[in-house]
């Protein structure tokens, strides 16, 4: 498969689809869509994990600390509640499986992209900027009410 | 029947966690459970003693899955073991090579308890 870093017009559905999956089944959370999406992305903790060959890019999760802690009590129990590492784990590993799952629906990605372990950011003072930034796509979707960020950036 | 020994191979400690409390939440008769972060690792633990079962990511640094199956060949107390893969990769190829040395079944990420079960509890003795 060639090298893409266009972003198709259905990779939004597919990575929603992906994200609703993922939280529903690995931590029992409905995710449910927004009335309104909020103007700007926020959130103190960011997870995030890289794509490189077939498409070239990064996935990342972004959300309240609440929300961040709600999520790994669900996947690891109430220990997760005062262990902010396990916090930090749990979102990144649900940032990995988002972008499998998301490349796992896209004929021909599966073989041909490979993901970075996650790298998860605590803070909300930041500006992430990428190689040859080409694209990209957000949106946010509600967990309990409180947004929960995606974002795909796909470079050339 | 005694409870279940099982060994989960994951450089991800959290997806270690997430295995084990699926297994438990399946509703399997889980004893003890041992972890290793590679496939050296786990190979180190199956050659000291004996387990029911193991789970082993495919994608990992030091010894991946797919080394780890060929080494567990050479050891005698890892005979007829069932060891399932868990991968987040939808690489067809990877699972169809772990299938052919050795593995006796896979999970993809994301799964729930439930599916768990079903691929895990036909590969194991005494009805679970």
């Known amino acids: ?156 | 029947m005694s409870k279940l020994r099982v060994l989960i191979v994951d450089d991800s400690s959290v997806m270690r966690k997430i295995v084990e409390r699926s297994l438990r939440q399946a509703g399997l008769d889980i004893g003890e459970v041992l972890e290793a972060s590679n496939g050296a690792e786990a190979l180190a633990e199956v050659s000291k003693s004996k387990f029911d079962l193991i789970l082993s990511d495919i994608n990992m640094p030091a010894m991946d899955g797919l080394e780890f199956l060929r080494g567990l060949a050479g050891v005698e107390s890892a005979r007829g073991v069932p060891v399932v893969m868990i991968t987040t990769e939808g690489s067809e190829a990877r699972v169809v090579e772990a299938l052919s040395v050795g593995a006796k079944g896979y999970i993809r990420k994301p799964f729930t308890p439930e599916q768990v079960k079903e691929r895990v509890a036909p590969l194991l003795g005494g009805g679970q």
């Not at chain 1, 869509?33 to 960011?46: R, S, V, Y």
């Not at chain 1, 970075?116 to 900027?129: A, F, K, L």
Request: proline residues 4%; contains cysteine.
């Open chain 1, 1 to 156: 498969m060639e090298s893409t870093s266009q972003i198709d017009a259905h990779w939004k559905g597919i990575l929603e689809c992906a994200a609703i999956e993922v939280f529903a089944m690995m931590a029992s959370t409905e995710l449910r869509a927004m009335a309104e999406q909020p103007d700007h992305p926020g959130g103190e903790q960011t997870a995030m994990v890289g794509l490189a060959g077939a498409l070239c890019g990064m996935i990342t999760i972004r959300c309240k600390p609440e929300t961040a802690v709600k999520l790994a009590t669900q996947m690891l129990g109430e220990d997760a509640r005062s262990n902010p590492s396990m916090v930090g784990d749990a979102l990144g590993e649900l940032c990995n499986m988002v972008a499998g799952n998301f490349k796992s629906k896209i004929t021909g990605l599966a073989d041909h992209c490979m993901l970075s372990v996650p790298t998860v950011i605590w803070g909300e003072d930041y500006v992430m900027q990428t190689v040859q930034p080409n694209s990209g796509l957000q949106f946010a979707l509600a967990c309990d009410g409180l947004p929960v960020w995606f974002a795909l950036v796909t470079h050339g």
